[in-house]
C-alpha cells in the first residue's frame, strides 16, 4: 500500500451533474496530481497541485477543477458530466516540489466514475 | 507531437524473459517511469531512469537511451503474478503515459 487513499471507491452520476472525489496523499508529500484513466489506455495527466496551487494542466476542460488543503489532501471536481468522463480516476502524491527530479509519484486505489 | 508508445499485448512464458519496449518523443525529458497495473488496481512504481544505461531491481530490470528515446523493461524469471499491464511513463515536468502493455504469463 502506498499510504494514498480516495473517496469513494465507486461513483455513479447521470449527466449533467456535478462530481467532487477526494484524496488523501501519502505523508510527507506535498504534491498531488490527477489522472483520468479510461478503460483499456494509460492514465491521462488532468492536473497537479503544489502547496496549495494548480501547478500544470493537462488538456481537459475548465469544467475539471480542483483544490489542495492546508493539509495536502486534494479534491477533484467536475462540473456538467458527460458520459465520456466514465473512467478511473486515479490520485498520485509525490515528494515535495514539482517533478523536475525523482518525482516518483505514488498512486491511490482510484474512484471508478460512471456517468448514465 | 508527443508520443509515448508502446506495444499493446504481449505473451510470454513461466519462468521465461520478456522485454517490453518504449519509444518516447516529449517536448522535455525530466526522467522515465515503469508503473505495474493488475486489472481494477492502481499502478505501482518498479522503476526509475534519468541516465542511460541499465536499472536493476531484483527480477525487474530497466534501461533507457535518451539520444534513441527509447527504453524497455526486463523481466525475469516470470512468474503468473506478473500478468498485468505494464505502463512507461515520461516526466517532461508533467507526467505523460503511454498506453501500456498487458503481459499474459501462460503456464
Known sequence: ETGVTQSPTHLIKTRGQQVTLRCSSQSGHNTVSWYQQALGQGPQFIFQYYREEENGRGNFPPRFSGLQFPNYSSELNVNALELDDSALYLCASSRPGRLNQDGTQYFGPGTRLLVL | ?107
Not at chain 2, 519509444?23 to 499502478?43: K, R, V
Not at chain 2, 525487474?60 to 512507461?88: I, W
Open chain 2, 1 to 107: 507531437g508527443q508520443n509515448i508508445d508502446q506495444p499493446t499485448e504481449m505473451t510470454a512464458t513461466e519462468g521465461a524473459i520478456v522485454q517490453i519496449n518504449c519509444t518516447y518523443q516529449t517536448s522535455g525529458f525530466n526522467g522515465l517511469f515503469w508503473y505495474q497495473q493488475h486489472a481494477g488496481e492502481a499502478p505501482t512504481f518498479l522503476s526509475y531512469n534519468v541516465l542511460d544505461g541499465l536499472e536493476e531491481k531484483g527480477r525487474f530490470s530497466s534501461f533507457l537511451s535518451r539520444s534513441k528515446g527509447y527504453s524497455y523493461l526486463l523481466l525475469k524469471e516470470l512468474q503468473m503474478k506478473d500478468s498485468a499491464s505494464y505502463l512507461c511513463a515520461v516526466n517532461d515536468n508533467d507526467m505523460r503515459f503511454g498506453a501500456g502493455t498487458r503481459l499474459t504469463v501462460k503456464p
